[in-house]
């Protein structure tokens, strides 16, 4: 006689304790281990230089805590280590969800997942699905060791691999006046 495992439905997770190193994926209860530090720096060096850059009001630079949810049948939301959203997007999200939906159901401008030798959130590919369901038009992934870093775009209906450099300056495709010296992020890392 097998087992079954009930999966969490979006109804169930409104009533689940705040855990910051948990993802629902597919209705499946992920436990993450925490980061390391210097994956810690790295986002929040980013963070500054994006606020830093995008200081207008227009966008928002959210870290390392936000619920984005990707569906609700079966559920399933990731935690980004950083996104950038349009304000108005934000505004928006907040008007047409419940006042204690925790997730943003609206689509980042970017999303930067930092990667660890623990491969804390799981499969690369699997991470990059979830996000190509909800049309995500820039990905960046920073490998700190060996430095690298990896950008995809969305176009017609997936997500492509744009760019793999270790060094050099880069800038999203929807936020042209932002420029990152990646430099700059793998000296926070510790690299």
Known sequence: MGTTTRLITYEDSLTMPENRFEEIVHGESRIMPPAIKNHDYLIRKLSKVLDRQLDGGEYEVLSQGTGLGIERVPLTYRIPDLTVFCTEALCQDRAHTARNDPYIWTVPEL????????????????????????????????????????CYRYESGALKQWMTTETGRVTPLLLPNVIVNLADLWEAFGV
């Open 111 to 150: 999303i930067v997942e930092c990667l660890s030798p623990s491969n804390r959130k799981g499969s690369i590919q699997e991470l990059l699905a979830d996000y190509a369901r909800i049309a995500v038009p820039e990905i960046w992934l920073l490998d700190p060791g060996p430095p690298q870093f990896t």
